[in-house]
T-cell receptor
């Protein structure tokens, strides 16, 4: 299982773009990259997933370079409500056993 | 669409006592997961069910933890007897069995404190 490494914490100001980078050096050919967000006293929530290049949805973008050894979650114009822990996960798409292995995540604090 | 329901939300017990947590997944989700989240850490998978069968319980401390999913819907996680190190939030999640998205839907969790 590919190990992920991401910063423990990041600070940003309201209205800025935030980029959180995750490294996954031993990602396998068929693995996918997903990101989850967790607010205090809540369970994690799916944000985005990708395999290569760029994926964008209504809340974030995910950039994955050609070698796939890292990925960057981009949050455009963050607000105070984006303060949360963000988890980068590598997922092995093996049938029904699509297990998520969470690391310690990145605590993002958005300041006014 | 109703989300994943869990109860109770909070539980305080003394060590060596027993405790049980209940989870009702999203309707139609065949896969159900129980996670343990210790303060400051990411969630750790304890057990995964596919319908009412166990897919993976390799990280479940089977000497004290047990889980069942009768009729492939609701699930119960039990700890007997509890230890101080079991203090954590227990999260239940569910997902579609086969989907292009690796999306699990999490409940609010049960915060367990063992004294």
């Amino acid at each position: 299982l590919a190990k992920t490494t991401q910063p423990i914490s990041m600070d940003s100001y309201e209205g800025q773009e935030v980029n959180i980078t995750c490294s996954h050096n031993n990602i396998a050919t068929n693995d996918y990259i997903t990101w989850y967000q967790q607010f205090p006293s809540q369970g994690p929530r799916f944000i985005i997933q990708g395999y290569k290049t760029k994926v964008t949805n209504e809340v974030a973008s995910l950039f994955i370079p050609a070698d796939r050894k890292s990925s960057t979650l981009s949050l455009p114009r963050v607000s105070l409500s984006d303060t949360a822990v963000y988890y980068c996960l590598v997922v092995i798409p093996s049938g029904s056993a699509r297990q998520l292995t969470f690391g310690s995540g990145t605590q993002l604090t958005v300041l006014p | 669409e109703a989300g994943v329901a869990q109860s109770p939300r909070y539980k305080i017990i003394e060590k060596r006592q027993s405790v049980a947590f209940w989870c009702n997944p999203i309707s139609g989700h065949a896969t159900l997961y129980w996670y343990q989240q210790i303060l400051g850490q990411g969630p750790k998978l304890l057990i995964q069910f596919q319908n009412n069968g166990v897919v993976d319980d390799s990280q479940l401390p089977k000497d004290r933890f047990s889980a069942e999913r009768l009729k492939g819907v609701d699930s119960t996680l039990k700890i007997q007897p509890a230890k101080l190190e079991d203090s954590a939030v227990y999260l239940c999640a569910s997902s579609l069995a086969f989907s292009g998205r690796f999306e699990q839907f999490f409940g609010p969790g049960t915060r367990l404190t063992v004294l």
